[in-house]
């Protein structure tokens, strides 16, 4: 990436960071939703599934076990954000407008990708912080919670992606609120509130083949020193595979809109 590439993207990512600033309701309502649903499911489903688990089991046990999954429902929630405010600003003729300036044409997308990685991760401490005050103790060394942040940055860059690509594909804004939905219903088809061993065949052989399960399977393991198994590297693999896919879906709209 060249200097002006590079300060372009800078200038970008300010720019989203005074939006999310200024729509900060659209930031709690983002933030609200993986915090009710851990405190719904700790609260009022926790002890009985809790149970489930074996071990000494209860609220306790299900709290530990839970919030890798609710972690992942705070990404695929935060980026319908994202798919939102690049729908805005390809449907407001905000992009026509950068397109007659001296910038680099990159920096666009750049710069809501960026931006909304960094507030992903200030909404996953949030959630985390939430997850630490009803229960959750995990027993990762620095290491661990290194590789931890890790895999949680490269899991919000690859959807961060797909979600641009989202926005760029939507014909409104409505629309773009609308397409990251199923992605935030893949944490309750996979391992993040209950365990696939319990579920019907078709339905554990969708959870345990699907993006999120490895993702969440290192996660669990990295915070509670489960085993991890070959699922760091199917985790890997997914963030790989989601973020090619998104940015060259992205890449191709851009410059496709670019042409009409």
Wanted: aromatic share 8%; proline share 5%.
């Amino acid at each position: 990436m060249t200097t002006m590439a590079v300060r372009d993207s800078a200038t970008m990512l300010r720019r989203q960071l005074r939006h999310m600033t200024r729509a900060w309701t659209v930031t709690l309502m983002l933030l609200a939703v993986p915090v009710i649903f851990l405190l719904m499911f700790v609260y009022v489903l926790g002890d009985t599934l809790g149970n489930g688990l074996g071990g000494s089991g209860g609220r306790a046990a299900y709290v530990n076990y839970v919030t890798p999954g609710i972690l992942l429902v705070a990404v695929a929630g935060s980026i319908q954000g994202t798919a939102i405010s690049v729908a805005m600003d390809m449907t407001e003729g905000i992009i026509a407008r950068f397109r007659t300036m001296a910038i680099a044409r990159v920096s666009v997308l750049t710069g809501h990708v960026l931006g909304s990685v960094l507030h992903n991760l200030f909404s996953l401490a949030v959630v985390l912080g939430v997850a630490v005050l009803v229960g959750f103790r995990p027993s990762a060394t620095p290491l661990e919670w290194l590789a931890v942040a890790a895999l949680l940055a490269g899991t919000s860059f690859a959807l961060v992606w797909l979600a641009v690509a989202l926005g760029l594909a939507a014909k409104t804004v409505e629309s773009a609120s609308n397409l990251p939905m199923p992605l935030l219903l893949l944490p309750f088809f996979g391992s993040g509130f209950v365990p696939t061993d319990s579920m019907p065949a078709g339905l554990r052989w969708f959870a345990e083949h699907q993006p999120f399960t490895p993702i969440m399977e290192t996660l669990r393991g990295l915070l509670l020193g489960t085993p991890i198994g070959d699922s760091g590297a199917l985790a890997a693999g997914w963030c790989a595979v989601i973020t090619l896919i998104g940015y060259g879906w992205a890449k191709r709209l851009y410059n496709r809109d670019r042409t009409r």
